[in-house]
């Protein structure tokens, strides 16, 4: 038994140090970083053995500077890029590849890949779609119709009025609190000029970065990106991501209507980090820990899901505590008060007990392997947008916390105000 309880421990600690391992070798290759005259940043990466070439074009304002009143406006500008199906399907039928838009508070990214011998193709359609943009009543039209599309398919998710109201009860009108998709209201005050301000204020060559990654000689790919981005104007003007912080949220909790019949939402959320925070890194790992948790308490809940969200941004966001598809005679089992749903009740169920070895281990692992799945353009990508500091420091961050820091965070963080919502169908305003 002994043996047994010393063997553990060191298996654990093997497991994390093999998980860490690759992920610092691959950040050991920096890429080939290049920025034009007119200020896009350029990074290639050379893989031999890619099957594809991907271009990632990321320009650093996304959602977070709608205009207030009209949300929206920044979804409806990534959609006009490439605004037709054709235009789309290019990518698959003459280059082999494909084609996606990322759009959220942060940035707005193209993605998009074609075979190993499509590399200037690619960059000549990108080139275009991004520099000379069709900005009309037309194309804002259509814009607003893609939109509106993804909009309607997330209000029939009773999930999403749950995320939404929390949100809105802890930032308010900051950007964070604001919808991306905008609403049914912002939609009818948006127009092609305010497409056409928000391009010329963010969509500049010096405010953004763009990857290539493949089989490709570095020297010919940046002589491409030159050629065909060279002469991509620079922005307007530079906003910078400041905004005035949000008050404090109303703590008590807050009982609303639930129009679905699918059980009910239980939101709580903290307010939380930024993505270059100090203690970013502890916060990932915390969430990790208090997801698992919280899945094991709402896994008595039958028919119930449960998840912890870190949503951090280039400002602070929210830690999330969700719990989806629960009947009401479940508050029982949720929240140790009984009867009562006391909002304060949960919380402080999953953080009464001290963070434990395994835990920790578990969720540091668990946190490297997931930053390791991300393609290492966009973790370069990410040091731009989030004014990181070099690479390697990120990892080596994860590597040096301790379970005292994990500890030490949960401690500071449960004292904060929390938003309490309960959304239940028939009940509430």
Known sequence: MRILKLILPLSVAIFAVLAITP??????KPPKQEVLLNGLKVLIFNEPSAQQTTVRLRVHAGSAFDPQGKEGVMRMLSETIFLTDEARQFFADDLGGSFEVDSNYDYIQMNVTGRTDALIPLLETLANAVSSPQINKESTEAAKT??????????ANAAFFADRAASERMFGTFPYGRSMFGTADSHTKIDFADLRLAYDRFFGADNATISISGNVDPNIAYRAVRRFLGSWLKSDRRVPSTFKQPTDPETSLEVLNLR?????????AIRGFSKAD??????????????KRLKERVAKVSNAKAGVRNEAHILPGQIVFAVSGIGTDAKIKLYPAGESVDPKGLLASIFSELITSAEFAAARTSIISSTNAKPLDERWI????????ASPTQ???LQ???IADIQKLADSIKTRPAV??????????
């Open 395 to 397: 990892i080596v961050k």
């Open 23 to 28: 992920l610092a070798e691959a950040q050991a």
């Open 278 to 291: 100090v203690d970013f890194a502890a916060s990932e790992v915390l969430t990790a820990v208090l997801d």
């Open 260 to 268: 679905a019949d699918s059980g009910a939402e239980v939101r709580h």
């Open 400 to 402: 040096e916390l301790t």
């Open 420 to 429: 309490n919502l309960w959304m239940v169908k028939g009940i509430g305003s």
């Open 382 to 389: 990410d040091l731009d947008t989030y004014k990181l500091g």
């Open 146 to 155: 893609r939109v509106r599309r993804d909009l309607d398919a997330k209000l």
